[in-house]
C-alpha cells in the first residue's frame, strides 16, 4: 500500500520530520519506516520530494539509489546492527 496524498495530511509535523531524519539514515530501513509511520517506501520518496529542495532531493535519491543497508532483506546477515533499536533512538529525538 503506497502513500496516497490524502493520507500525508494525516501525518504530525514531527511524524513528518521522523520520516525525513529515518530516510536520511543509512541504517535504517524502509520496512522500519512502515512500522514506525505507516509510510511505505514510495510514500517516504514523495515526502522526501515534497519537503527537500530538488538538489536535496537528488542528492538522496542517488545515495539511497542501490544501497542494500535500506532493505532488510538485501543486509548481509553478519551485520550487527539492529534498525529497529536505531530507529527507536532517533524517533525519540523527534
Excluded: Y
Excluded at 524502509?30 to 532531493?57: D, N, P
Amino acid at each position: 500500500m503506497t502513500l496516497s496524498p490524502e493520507s500525508q495530511f494525516q501525518l504530525s509535523l514531527g511524524d513528518v520530520s521522523a520520516v525525513i531524519q529515518m530516510a536520511w539514515e543509512d541504517r535504517t530501513t524502509f520496512e522500519t519506516i512502515f512500522e514506525r509511520t505507516g509510510v511505505t517506501e514510495a510514500g517516504v520518496i514523495k515526502i522526501m520530494r515534497a519537503e527537500l529542495s530538488s538538489r536535496s532531493f537528488k542528492m538522496w535519491r542517488a545515495r539511497m539509489r542501490g544501497r542494500v543497508t535500506k532493505h532488510r532483506e538485501l543486509r548481509s546477515p553478519d551485520m550487527k546492527f539492529d534498525d529497529r533499536r536505531i530507529a527507536d533512538h532517533r524517533r525519540a529525538n523527534c
